[in-house]
């Protein structure tokens, strides 16, 4: 990892554990937001499913109540505090870890990510993918859901460059800067199938929802 990805995605992860009592704002203030999680409902979610980057388990309590098994995984032990008291059911068990370089013991039918894969440096991108397929059990498939190129409207300071970034501010006024790909749709999918996953990748109210299988053989 370069320089400029550690110093990132440590203040990326400060801005997350100091955000916990307000990440949940976005989900009653945007409509379109409010909506989104039902999307799981429709997605071939299989029986056992990791979740990364779970937050406070907005996701997680949809995937919980359709599946035999969530492993929830976030780096932020003040998100995974709020998640835990939102989905208090026995079939998930929640974990704290860094997600750029925790590995399960397992494989699971589903690797399922919202809102996780626009954080991840460009640079890391084809690391991140070889990661999800070895997450993978056979026949597995990685679903996710981030914003779109339209997003970018919503955001303050959003910088180009090698890690695009967008800057972030808490009520009480501290800033922090995140990494922000905002990811299209048309050009997520065919970097993708480029490292060989198959993949379907759909806009939906300004937001990208994406089904993807693995490259077949050693990854």
């Known amino acids: 990892m370069s320089s400029d990805d550690d110093v990132l995605l440590t203040e990326q992860l400060a801005y997350y ?7 949940d704002r976005p989900y009653t203030e945007r ?4 909506r989104l999680p039902a999307v799981v409902d429709d997605l071939p979610i299989g ?5 990364l980057a ?5 996701w997680t309590v949809r995937l919980a109540a359709q599946v ?14 709020v998640a835990r008291a939102r989905v208090p059911s026995p079939n998930v068990r929640f974990l704290q870890a860094d997600l750029f370089t925790w590995r399960p013991s397992r494989r699971y039918d589903t690797v399922f990510f919202a809102f996780w894969l626009s954080h991840v440096p460009p640079t890391r991108l084809s690391e991140f993918w070889s990661t999800v397929a070895a997450m993978l059990a056979p ?3 990685a679903i996710f859901v981030d914003d779109g190129p339209a997003a970018a409207a919503d955001e303050d300071g959003v910088a180009d460059g090698p890690v695009p970034t ?6 009480d006024g501290r800033q922090y800067r995140v990494v922000k790909v905002f990811h299209d749709a048309r050009t997520l999918a065919e970097d993708l199938t480029a490292l060989g996953w198959t ?3 759909r806009s939906l109210e300004g937001s990208v929802v994406g089904i993807a299988e693995p490259p077949a053989g050693p990854v």
């Open 139 to 141: 026949g597995g498939k």
């Open 68 to 81: 035999r098994s969530v492993t929830a995984v976030d780096a932020a032990a003040e998100l995974l505090a």
């Open 166 to 171: 967008v800057l972030r501010r808490l009520d």
């Open 31 to 34: 409509e379109e937001l409010r």
């Open 17 to 23: 554990r100091a955000a916990a009592a307000e990440y």
């Open 199 to 201: 993949v379907r990748v």
């Open 54 to 58: 779970c937050g406070t388990g907005q």
């Open 47 to 51: 029986e056992d499913v990791l979740e």
